[in-house]
């Protein structure tokens, strides 16, 4: 899949691929929900993603497309589209959830990142927990897997959790989970780039050259929710 197909389907329409996921990974549903867990999954279910400037993301990617944004109950969501100049199917994305106060107290658990995103993307449709290995940077821990494919292709499907300790957060929020799936000719470390605390830690700038890395110590108000 070419870059030059890739801005196409995104800006001219099929946006839908990314916000509908693209794995078959089930969960266990709630058997027990909170009237706030109950609010929280109507609002996922019925607010809808709306495209915002590159000014208005809450982290510096140079490879993205598009990012998309909306309201989850307390919560805001991006989805941020990456290039993907592999001819693997699917597309790359970072997936964003800044988590209101009080909303971030559980441990990270890969099957709330799939059961938030729609499920695992290709090719990590069988991911479980033991097939993550864990690093760290400036930022706090993260996991990740890798397939390859081919001799140059390696694809990564990683997650972590920013806190306030390591960056500003966009206002309101105090935590900012982060998944994403970057498949790429290259390296692993180039796969996990996007993923890394010198992209994460960063708010873009949001004037002039969008593509130059933001100040770590920006005010929340430069990238509010709507």
Do not use: H, K
């Not at 944004?69 to 991006?78: F, I, K, L, S, T």
């Not at 993907?84 to 990270?108: E, H, V």
């Amino acid at each position: 899949m070419g870059t030059a197909w890739l801005r196409g389907s995104w800006v001219v329409g099929a946006m839908g691929v990314l916000l509908a996921g693209c794995g078959d990974f089930s969960v266990r549903p709630m058997t027990v929900r909170s009237p706030f867990q109950a609010i929280q999954q109507t609002s996922e279910e019925t607010q809808q993603y709306v495209v915002v400037p590159e000014a208005r993301s809450w982290v510096r990617a140079p490879e993205s497309l598009i990012t998309i944004e909306r309201v989850v109950g307390a919560d805001g969501e991006q989805r941020i589209a990456l290039e993907n100049n592999t001819s693997l199917r699917g597309d790359n994305f970072l997936w964003l959830r800044a988590r209101a106060p009080g909303r971030s107290t559980a441990p990270l658990r890969l099957s709330e990142f799939l059961e938030r995103t729609g499920g695992a993307p290709y090719p990590f449709t069988q991911i479980r927990d033991g097939d993550l290995s864990s690093g760290e940077d400036s930022l706090g821990p993260y996991v990740w897997a890798e397939q390859r494919s081919g001799v140059n292709t390696i694809c990564v499907l990683g997650l972590r959790r920013i806190t306030q300790a390591g960056r500003v957060m966009p206002q309101g929020t105090t935590v900012i989970d982060v998944m994403m799936r970057n498949c790429v000719e290259g390296t692993p470390a180039q796969a996990l780039a996007p993923l890394r605390d010198e992209r994460l830690a960063y708010f873009p700038a949001t004037s002039g050259n969008l593509r130059a890395s933001g100040n770590r110590n920006l005010s929340p108000l430069a990238a509010p929710l709507p």
